[in-house]
C-alpha cells in the first residue's frame, strides 16, 4: 500500500510540473513566438496542438479524450496488478500516466494541447513535457519488457 501511495504521489507531482510548464509558456510567450533557451539546442515556443502526435487528426479533441481515459485505465490498472514487478516497468508505466493524464487535463480544459519545446538543431515537431514523459515511458517499458523476455520471464 505505501508503494501505491509514494507511486500515485510521483504521477501527481509529474503532472504537476508539466502544468506548471505549460502555464508558464501561456503567460509568457506569445503565441507563435520563438525564444532561445538553450541557444542552438533549445528554443521555446507556444503553439496550441488541437491534435495528436505531430499535429494530426485536428479537432478531434473528444475522439482523443475518449481513447486517452481508455488507454489510461488500462495502464493504471496495469501499474495496480503489477507494482511489484521491476522498478523499469513501474517507472515506464509512471511515466505513460503522468503524460497522457498531462494532455488530458489540456484538451479537457482548453480544448487543445500547449506545446513549447523546439529543438533548433533538427526538423522535428514540437512537443511539450508529457510528451516527453510519454515518449521516454514507451522506450523504458519497452527495454524492460524485452529484458524480461531476454531474461526468460
Known amino acids: 500500500m505505501k508503494k501505491r501511495g509514494i507511486v500515485a504521489g510521483i504521477i501527481a507531482a509529474l503532472i504537476v510540473l508539466d502544468q506548471l510548464v505549460k502555464a508558464y509558456v501561456v503567460q509568457n510567450i506569445a503565441l507563435g513566438e520563438i525564444k532561445p533557451w538553450i541557444p542552438n539546442l533549445v528554443s521555446l515556443t507556444y503553439l496550441q496542438n488541437r491534435g495528436a502526435a505531430f499535429s494530426m487528426l485536428q479537432d478531434q479533441q ?25 522498478f523499469w516497468t513501474v517507472f515506464g508505466l509512471v511515466l505513460i500516466i503522468a503524460g497522457g493524464l498531462g494532455n488530458f487535463i489540456d484538451r479537457i480544459s482548453q480544448g487543445f494541447v500547449v506545446d513549447m519545446f523546439h ?33 526468460g520471464n
Request: net charge negative.
Open 62 to 86: 473528444w475522439f482523443f479524450a475518449v481513447i486517452t481515459l481508455v488507454v489510461m485505465a488500462g495502464a493504471i490498472w496495469y501499474l495496480h496488478k503489477h507494482i511489484e514487478d521491476s
Open 119 to 151: 529543438l533548433d538543431f533538427v526538423n522535428f515537431a514540437i512537443f511539450n513535457v508529457a510528451d516527453s514523459y510519454l515518449t521516454v515511458g514507451v522506450l523504458v517499458l519497452l527495454l524492460a519488457m524485452l529484458k524480461e523476455e531476454m531474461n
